[in-house]
């Protein structure tokens, strides 16, 4: 008897664990698709659905947000299909009463970094000649290390917003570069 009582909570917990996990990844109770980056100019702080069940502070403040994007690519014959994502149900703001245009640019700074190397991807994939299916994966993993190097320098000059200064520096940064890529804003190529 005590043997089965033992399982079954240990089958308890087990499913709690993972539920609580899963939460804690992506947020499937209030679950809102990736959003690409073509509408970026709507996305608020009422997006950053993901939940963060832990008591945190960024060096001492309750004032932050996590945003989580990704480049996604799809490849078939001779097109590829590349896109910048943005992901409210893994994206987080830590205290609601936080919310601040500010702290919203500087999150949004980081979807169009991602966005920059997409552009940068498919610039260097259309240079490639004739490339492979293993070229342009071996592009992306690049470009994808690239990005997350400029992400963590961006936080780390700019103390995550905080230092006005050098935000407003990496916003003309970011949208020159941007711009100087525009040939490159539709998510398809054409390859060969």
């Known amino acids: 008897m005590r043997k ?3 399982i079954y909570s ?3 917990v087990c ?4 539920v609580f996990l899963t939460l804690r990844k992506v947020n499937f109770l209030d679950y809102q698709a990736p959003v690409p980056y073509e509408q970026i100019n709507e996305i608020t702080f009422e997006n950053f659905r993901g939940l963060e069940f832990f008591q ?3 060096y001492g403040n ?8 990704s480049i996604e690519y799809e490849y078939s014959g001779d097109s590829l299909k590349m896109e910048a994502f943005f992901h409210p149900s893994r994206s ?6 936080a919310y601040s245009n500010d702290l919203l640019k500087h999150e949004m700074y980081h979807f169009k970094i991602t966005e920059l190397h997409v552009r940068m991807a498919k610039k260097q994939i259309l240079e490639a000649q004739q490339p492979t299916e293993q ?10 290390e690239e990005e997350e190097l400029f992400q963590r320098k961006y936080d780390d000059e700019t103390f995550h917003s905080y230092v006005l200064g050098k935000q407003k520096k990496y916003e003309i940064l970011i949208d020159s570069l941007l711009l100087l ?3 490159y804003t539709k998510p398809n190529i054409y390859i060969k």
């Open 10 to 12: 240990s089958a308890a």
């Open 92 to 97: 987080y703001v830590y205290n609601k009463k």
């Open 135 to 144: 070229d342009i994966e071996t592009i992306v993993e690049k470009i994808k």
């Open 62 to 69: 309750k004032a932050f947000a996590y945003i989580f994007t």
């Open 4 to 6: 089965k009582i033992f």
């Open 181 to 183: 890529h525009t040939t």
């Open 15 to 18: 499913i709690i664990l993972v």
């Open 56 to 58: 945190k502070s960024l």
